[in-house]
């Protein structure tokens, strides 16, 4: 593993509390799940920061090494890796993305 890869995603993950890493942007996802992920964030009201894989293939690939999810959007909440779509999905329709997200609500 690219030790300096680490670093970069460890510093992008300490500086921001939520973070999305995606094809596209928050404005402009260019994915359905990318716009799918955007959309439940977008249901709270919440700063995140979001990092388009798309400008730089070995981002993309070494990310799904860093965080051993072999998919693309990811989600960190406070430097945790939190899962793909299929999971933000999930913990949004059993509210528990709802508790995860509270303290950074109306924030």
Not at 6 to 25: S, T
Not at 84 to 104: A, F, N, P, R, S
Request: hydrophobic share 40%; aromatic share 12%.
């Amino acid at each position: 593993m690219d030790r300096n890869f680490n670093i970069m995603i460890e510093k992008i993950i300490e500086q921001h509390a939520i973070v999305l890493f995606m094809k596209g942007n928050k404005h402009d996802p260019k994915c359905t799940f990318s716009r799918q992920a955007i959309d439940i964030l977008n249901t709270f009201n919440i700063e995140y920061y979001t990092v388009n894989v798309l400008n730089d293939n070995n981002i993309k690939n070494k990310l799904k090494i860093y965080s051993q999810w072999p998919t693309v959007p990811q989600l960190y909440i406070n430097q945790e890796f939190i899962g793909g779509t299929d999971i933000i999905i999930d913990l949004y329709k059993t509210l528990k993305l709802h508790e995860i997200l509270e303290v950074y609500i109306n924030s």
